[in-house]
């Protein structure tokens, strides 16, 4: 994957760029087979395009059940080196970038500013550099050219279907989960609001010694440009080496971050993905990338609080009536359907201690489609569409499983919810 390399803008050259991609990947499936050849070639191609398109190639590459076993290795394999090797824009387009944003050039507004990206991915790429206070900071800007690239994907309803069908599996609803998708991921391209996020899930989490966020330096950051205190850790496959009672912590903290930001704090980050974190050997996590985070409605909160409390509790009739409450269910044949698999999707709540696995991850991410599909089949009107924000909801669910299945440990899930969710029983 090539440095500045010319990044297709255009509705239609995306599109044709991925045809190709879809019949070489279709072909594959066809057979029943992955050719490495075929992944790699996908891989290179949705990494040139960015923006949507790298994101759909980013959650293949870490999320179970996505890829046919038979394919999975081969794709997940090349779709990994997407995310660590994405390409970049080039020294002459960041400089361009940071002084339109910022109003002046980087070797003024940074004491010390690294042209050499430490990372790059689907919509930016990070640098080293360091303030005139003599601070450290990672410095974010936005490719070039990449808001018009997510627009043109934002338009082809397919792309976005492709990645709906992975965690909702039909089209229930595809006009409403389509506009979501549309104005979530267009969100992402304003890095003033992520820099808003990111603080406020740093509020949340103040006080909490095993869970870091970088602050944001709010002066030297515009929409394009996002610069924040400068974090240094394990990435993930060294994070998978370290000792099982260190991955137990990272797990706990991991699980913590998600679900307490979530429940208490009403903000969930829906891209889990692993290159959003940073580990360390004293079991604490650095967590990054604050793109795609969502505000939780308070009703809402409240009945996943009562659908968390009840798995942990082991509270059977507690838990149908909070999950159909969650899900605004009304009786009928539909709602042991959508319970039965609510159920299933709390069995590391229910049934902790819990070992997640991948093999668990893929059979829920089977379960939801089973559940929709069980929706054609329903006489009595008793089907309720799933609540706004559930295809980012199952896109937080099924990736960071995914994470915690790699880390490959028992954890007590249920005592780490009771820590935030009962703290007066403390």
Request: proline content about 5%; glycine content about 8%; some cysteine.
């Amino acid at each position: 994957m090539s440095e500045g390399s010319k990044l297709p803008k255009g509705r239609l050259g995306r599109l044709r760029r991925l045809a190709g991609v879809g019949l070489r990947v279709g072909a594959d499936a066809v057979r029943k087979r992955a050719e490495s050849a075929t992944a790699e070639k996908a891989a290179e191609v949705l990494g040139e395009l960015r923006g949507v398109a790298a994101k759909v190639g980013q959650m293949a590459g870490y999320i179970d059940g996505v890829v046919p076993d038979a394919q999975r290795d081969n794709y997940q394999k090349w779709m990994k080196r997407l995310m660590d090797q994405a390409p970049r824009s080039t020294p002459e387009q960041v400089a361009a970038q940071i002084e339109s944003e910022l109003g002046k050039p980087a070797e003024e507004i940074f004491a010390e500013f690294d042209p050499e990206p430490v990372a790059s991915a689907s919509i930016g790429q990070v640098h080293r550099a360091r303030l005139h206070d003599g601070r450290e900071v990672a410095v974010k800007v936005q490719h070039p050219g990449i808001e018009r690239a997510m627009n043109s994907d934002l338009k082809n309803a397919s792309l976005i279907e492709a990645p709906f069908r992975m965690f909702a599996g039909s089209k229930f609803e595809s006009k409403r989960i389509l506009e979501e998708v549309r104005a979530r991921f267009r969100e992402e391209l304003d890095y003033r609001l992520e820099a808003e996020r990111q603080e406020a899930t740093r509020k949340i989490h103040a006080g909490d010694p095993s869970i870091r966020i970088p602050a944001v330096h709010a002066e030297f950051s515009g929409q394009r440009v996002l610069t924040m205190d400068w974090a240094e850790g394990l990435r993930f496959d060294d994070a998978l080496e370290l000792p099982e009672a260190t991955r137990v912590k990272f797990a706990e903290t991991m699980w913590r971050f998600v679900y307490k930001g979530t429940l208490v704090g009403g903000l969930f980050n829906a891209d889990p993905h692993p290159g959003n974190y940073l580990f360390h050997e004293d079991g604490t996590v650095t967590f990054l990338d604050f793109g795609c985070v969502q505000a939780t409605d308070p009703d809402k909160r409240e009945a996943g609080i009562a659908t968390h409390l009840a798995a942990c509790r082991r509270d059977e009739t507690e838990f149908r009536r909070a999950a159909a409450d969650m899900l605004h269910l009304k009786g009928g044949d539909y709602e042991p359907v959508a319970v039965a698999y609510v159920r299933e999707a709390f069995a590391p709540q229910w049934d902790s201690p819990y070992r997640i696995t991948r093999e668990y991850v893929a059979g829920l991410a089977g379960g939801i489609k089973k559940a929709f599909d069980a929706a054609r089949t329903v006489k009595d009107g008793s089907y309720v569409a799933f609540p706004p924000g559930i295809f980012f909801l199952n896109r937080l669910q099924f990736g960071f499983f995914s994470v915690l299945a790699r880390l490959d440990v028992e954890v007590d899930y249920a005592a780490v919810e009771r820590e935030f969710l009962e703290p007066e029983s403390d």
